[in-house]
């Protein structure tokens, strides 16, 4: 890909706070644009369509899972073996595959295109590890994990407003209106992933303080897992329960408002996410203030606990007629982001610089998120074709409660068990680590 010489040579000579800058915006833009290839579809209800007596826009909803999910188990290799010099030029070919997609869904006919957001979300699940590669490592990775984690949280409302504003006001169908709303962000994409490929490599005083962070091999993957597996089992077990939770609140979220008596208000989407955005970049980025790795790594647990919590407390509020549907709705994700957003950056990255092994926040990402989307794809099961019957609302209160209980217990059961492994690391090598 072309890179502006001049451009390359102001960003390496940079100061932090501006180099960082410019990695946390650009990177943002990145993952907002991607997500307008991804959850628009989302913002349209398909009613009255159904296959096989299962709802159409399950099935959608399914397919695209599936592929995100398989994407993700394809690149724990994928992403933790891809050198630097051929990310940009992969985001773009991704994403313009999963555009493709989203134009052969709009031809075929129902139910036939199913498989077409299979094939969308494939290559879209391998976009978030390409990216966030070029800003891990870093004394500033928290504040710019932190901005690129508020995209999926910002932007999923977003387009899902200008997806729902092109069914109402365009008068376009919802087969075409995900296409439709790709193309509107096609230039800005290429743009954006043309500037963050300008960003360079962390400097020596970053791999001092956050340790290296090379491409894995197939013998380095296994080392890392047998070093930590009870641990690592114990947070994906946990993160697979919030994943479930934070997609069905993302994908169905149309539902859930038509519910609470939004349906027809399209900004419903960006007006509870915005303050969800604000608050929990405002958490993750004071991590940045904490410059011992094990500290800030367990913080991330405190944060973790305290999102379920947040979650748990205004579920049972709303349950009692204390705060209204927007309330809940907003600070259900609030929690669930404050839960999550750990896991797609900061976790792993302070997790890393802690131990010191050679490893990279791509391959720890995508072995969570693997099994993450595997227990979405199981839930939807659960409550569609199995024929669990309840309300769009009722089946996720019900949800949220028995998340948020066993969330809390397992992130308390992993913060222990590594603080036992750091403490049993720490007395062989105690100026090493730390």
């Known amino acids: 890909m072309f890179i502006s010489q001049p451009l390359k040579r102001k960003l390496e000579k940079a100061p932090v706070w501006a180099l960082s800058g410019y990695a946390a915006l650009v990177s943002f833009c990145v993952y907002f644009c991607m997500y307008a290839f991804r959850k628009p ?4 209800g398909f009613s009255g369509i159904e296959y096989l007596n299962i709802d159409y826009k399950v099935w959608l909803v399914t397919a695209q899972v ?28 991704l994403i313009i595959t999963a555009w493709m997609s989203l134009l052969l869904f709009a031809i075929v006919p129902a139910p036939y295109n199913i498989i077409f957001l299979l094939l969308n979300g494939f290559p879209l699940g391998m976009v978030w590890g390409l990216v966030f590669s070029f800003l891990e490592g870093r004394r500033a990775t928290e504040f710019m994990g932190a901005v690129l984690s508020i995209s999926f949280i910002f932007s999923s409302g977003v387009v899902k407003t200008v997806g729902k504003s092109i069914l109402l006001d365009w008068h376009i169908t919802e087969m075409w209106m995900p296409f439709i709303t790709g193309g509107l962000f096609v230039l800005p994409m290429l743009l954006f992933v043309w500037l963050l490929n300008h960003v360079p490599p962390p400097t020596e005083k970053d791999i001092a303080l956050r340790s290296v962070r090379p491409p894995m091999t197939k013998e380095e993957r296994k080392a890392f897992l047998t070093m930590f ?8 077990i946990t993160y697979v329960l919030l994943t479930i939770l934070r997609d ?17 208000n399209a900004s419903i989407f960006t007006i509870t996410e915005i303050p969800v955005s604000l608050i929990v970049l405002l958490c993750m980025s004071l991590l940045i203030l904490v410059k011992n790795n094990f500290k800030a790594f367990m913080i991330n647990h405190y944060l973790v606990i305290g999102g379920y919590a947040l979650a748990l407390l205004f579920t049972f509020l709303f349950m009692g007629h204390y705060v209204g549907p927007i309330t809940w709705m907003t600070m259900i994700g609030t929690g669930l982001y404050l839960s999550y957003v750990p896991f797609n950056a900061l976790y792993f990255e302070r997790m890393i610089a802690t131990y010191r092994m050679k490893s990279n926040i791509g391959f720890l990402m995508y ?3 693997a099994f993450g989307y595997l227990g979405s794809v199981a839930i939807l099961f659960a409550k569609e074709f199995i024929g669990v019957q309840l309300s769009w609302t009722s089946f996720f209160t019900h949800a949220v409660i028995f998340i948020s209980v066993v969330g809390i217990a397992g992130t308390a059961v992993a913060a222990i068990y590594f603080k036992r492994k750091f403490l049993s690391v720490q007395s062989i090598a105690p100026t090493f680590y730390g």
Do not use: H, Q
Request: a positive charge.
């Open 41 to 44: 579809f989302t913002a349209a």
């Open 66 to 93: 599936i592929g995100y999910m398989l994407s993700k188990f394809y690149g724990i290799r994928f992403i933790s073996s891809m050198t630097g010099e051929k990310r940009a030029v992969t985001i773009i070919k």
């Open 229 to 236: 597996m009870p641990g690592i089992v114990t947070i994906v």
């Open 248 to 264: 069905f609140r993302d994908n169905f979220a149309n539902e859930l408002y038509t519910e609470l008596g939004y349906g027809n």
């Open 367 to 369: 072995i969570a998120d």
